[in-house]
């Protein structure tokens, strides 16, 4: 079965940079659509970053600029590199997958990616 296992999280302070790793298995990790979603304590989950199988991407407005969704097929992993971190961006990070390409206006909408990781904890002080 498909199983997405994040890493990369920790504390920084406000400025730093982090880079999470999303590794995946028990599919073809290559074909899916692949995103990274964050959730604050008392607030709903919220895409962050998305990523197609041919490597197109689309970013929330509130990161542009300062994180990168990449993926490395041959590895399987997905990876989100953070810049410029501050305060907001405190949440816990998941890893979602898509065995199917999702259309542009639902690609932040958690209810169209079936698998989901079991987050990492990215939390930054001021």
């Known amino acids: 079965q498909v199983q997405l296992v994040e890493s990369g999280g920790g504390s920084v302070q406000a400025g730093g940079s982090l880079r999470l790793s999303c590794a995946a298995s028990?599919?073809?990790?290559?074909?899916?659509?692949m995103g990274w979603f964050r959730q604050a304590p008392g607030k709903e989950r919220e895409g962050v970053a998305v990523?197609?199988?041919?490597?197109?991407?689309s970013y929330a407005d509130s990161v542009k600029g300062r994180f990168t969704i990449s993926r490395d097929n041959a590895k399987n992993t997905l990876y989100l590199q953070m810049n410029s971190l501050n305060a907001e961006d405190t949440a816990m990070y998941y890893c979602?997958?898509?065995?199917?390409?999702?259309?542009?206006?639902?690609?932040?909408?958690?209810?169209?990616?079936?698998?989901w990781g079991q987050g990492t904890q990215v939390t930054v002080s001021s």
């Open positions: 979602a997958a898509s065995k199917y390409r999702i259309s542009w206006w639902a690609r932040f909408q958690k209810a169209f990616y079936a698998y």
């Open positions: 028990g599919y073809t990790y290559s074909s899916y659509y």
């Open positions: 990523i197609d199988s041919d490597g197109s991407t």
